[in-house]
């Protein structure tokens, strides 16, 4: 069956550059939601979208920010990158707001020197 | 949201069930207890849900107290491959007025040993 892809799955950057992470949900599905997990820690939520609006806001700081495109993938942008940035980013997608069955992605690790 | 305490790491031994508790004592009619697993470093996999009644899949058996103040998982004959983070996780579902997104606490690390 096919899964949640995230791009790219490793990526590094340095100090204020900026990073554009991409999710493709399960086909069908129409809610995307965005984690952060930083090292040694429990992930957290960022954001998530349902049917292209945002339907939730977490703990994203300014500088991130983020969209679902009308096919229903989802990209991350990351501008004037910290080394406290550094983390796993993991997507995962529902069909329809409020669900909890949520399925994830392999993740994209960013690195930030 | 309801807060759920889970003990901070168990053993297993490979073949034998693997009961991982989980208080939620400030649970809500609505709410549902959701497990999610965590291996190392990969997204983390939906296991079961319930609310009130017991519920058993092809990867495990929730056990719901009746006052709902409790839940065990089981995994009735644990893997190597079953050593991961285990989360347990209160929320409401569909039409329940909260939105979606998942609240991770610390969970438990289960290691199953040879």
């Known amino acids: 069956a096919a899964g949640v892809i995230q791009s790219p799955r490793h990526l590094i950057k340095e100090k204020r550059e900026t990073a554009t992470l991409k999710c493709y949900p399960i086909?069908?599905?129409?809610?995307v939601y965005w984690y952060q997990q930083g090292p040694g820690q429990d992930p957290q939520f960022l954001i998530s979208?349902?049917?292209?609006?945002?339907?939730d806001k977490g703990s994203i700081p300014d500088r991130f920010s983020a969209q679902q495109f009308s096919d229903y993938h989802s990209e991350l942008n990351m501008s004037s990158l910290e080394l406290g940035d550094s983390a796993l980013y993991f997507c995962?997608?529902?069909?329809?707001?409020?669900?909890?069955?949520?399925?994830f992605g392999a993740g994209t690790r960013l690195s930030v020197l | 949201d309801a807060k759920t305490t889970q003990p901070t790491s168990m053993d297993c031994a490979e073949g034998r069930a693997a009961n991982l508790p989980c208080n939620h004592s400030?649970?809500?009619?609505?709410?549902?207890v959701y497990w999610y697993r965590q291996i190392h470093s990969q997204g983390p996999q939906y296991i079961i849900h319930?609310?009130?009644n017991n519920e058993t899949n092809e990867m495990a058996s929730l056990i719901i107290t009746e006052d709902r103040k409790s839940s065990t998982l089981i995994l009735p004959h644990a893997t190597l491959r079953d050593t991961a983070v285990y989360y347990c996780?209160?929320?409401?579902?569909?039409?329940?007025?909260?939105?979606?997104?998942?609240?991770f606490g610390k969970g438990t690390k289960l290691s199953v040993k040879p």
């Open positions: 995962a997608s529902t069909q329809g707001a409020g669900t909890n069955i949520q399925y």
């Open positions: 086909p069908r599905h129409d809610t």
């Open positions: 979208f349902y049917e292209k609006m945002q339907s």
């Open positions: 400030t649970i809500s009619g609505n709410e549902y």
């Open positions: 319930g609310l009130k």
């Open positions: 996780i209160v929320r409401v579902t569909i039409g329940g007025g909260s939105q979606g997104n998942l609240i």
